[in-house]
Every structure is written in C-alpha cells, then in structure tokens.
C-alpha cells in the first residue's frame, strides 16, 4: 500500500480527534501549524503535532518508472493537566489515551505506527505536561 503525506496526516490527525474527544470531550484540542486561539488557561488540553524525520528511497524503479518512498516521522501529544485539579494523573491518562490509540494500528492507506510510549516533562506554570510520542512510517509511490 502507497499513500500521501496529506493523506497520511489526516489519517493520523483522524485516528488522535476519534480517541481523544471519546476520552475528554470538553478538553481543547490545539493542532501545531493550525491558527487557533491561545491554549486555554483553566482546563486540560492537547496539542498534536506531526512531523516528517527521515525518507529514503525504498525500491528500484518499476516498468511504469514508478518508485517507492519510505517515510518517517513521528506524532507528538502534548497534554496539559490543570494542577487544580489532579495535573500530573490527568496528563498521564491522556497521554494514554494517545499511545493506546495508535498502538498496533495501521491505517487504511497503510500508515503503521511503533514506539508508542508517554514521556512525563513535569510542571509547566499552572499545568503538569506529559507527551505521548508516537513514530510513523508509510510507503508514498511515484
């Protein structure tokens, strides 16, 4: 299977929003790159980044001259638990919440993810950040 890095996005992007809004759907979602209001200052939320890190030619050219292209990259889930209310165990099950929907799975167009893991970055002002880290990697042809 072969597909976009704009197809590849929005499956990834797709796959954060279904899991995250079932989990908390009155928390903020932020996407990196995306114009949108300041984070909010009194509730938990999120900010989904996703980001191309290495590609490389993965076959010889085919009789139509078509080629395979290996790319990389990884997605990262910053959450932001309010202090107030319980920051540093809210951010931790949100962060789950991100790994565990894309442990294991491979998207239609054949985007799969490794390394799911969660990172604790501690307290940052009046919240406790963890990030779940996600690699990528999917086949493009042309």
Not at 38 to 49: E, I, K
Request: proline content about 2%.
């Amino acid at each position: 299977m072969s597909t976009t890095s704009q197809q590849a996005e929005r499956e990834c992007v797709t796959l954060f929003k279904d899991a995250a809004t079932a989990a908390f759907a009155s928390y903020p979602q932020h996407y990196d790159g995306v114009e949108s209001n300041d984070p909010p200052t009194d509730q938990c939320w999120f900010r989904w980044t996703f980001q191309h890190t290495d590609s490389n030619q993965a076959s010889l050219s085919c009789e139509h001259g078509e080629r395979r292209w290996r790319r990389e990259g990884f997605i990262i889930v910053q959450c932001f638990g309010l202090l107030d209310a319980g920051g540093k165990t809210v951010a931790q099950r949100m962060a789950e919440v991100c790994r565990d929907a894309y442990e294991g799975i491979e998207t239609a167009s054949g985007v799969w993810f490794r390394r799911a893991t969660t990172m604790e970055v501690g307290r940052d002002g009046r919240f406790y950040q963890v990030n779940a880290s996600i690699q990528f990697l999917y086949d493009e042809v042309r």
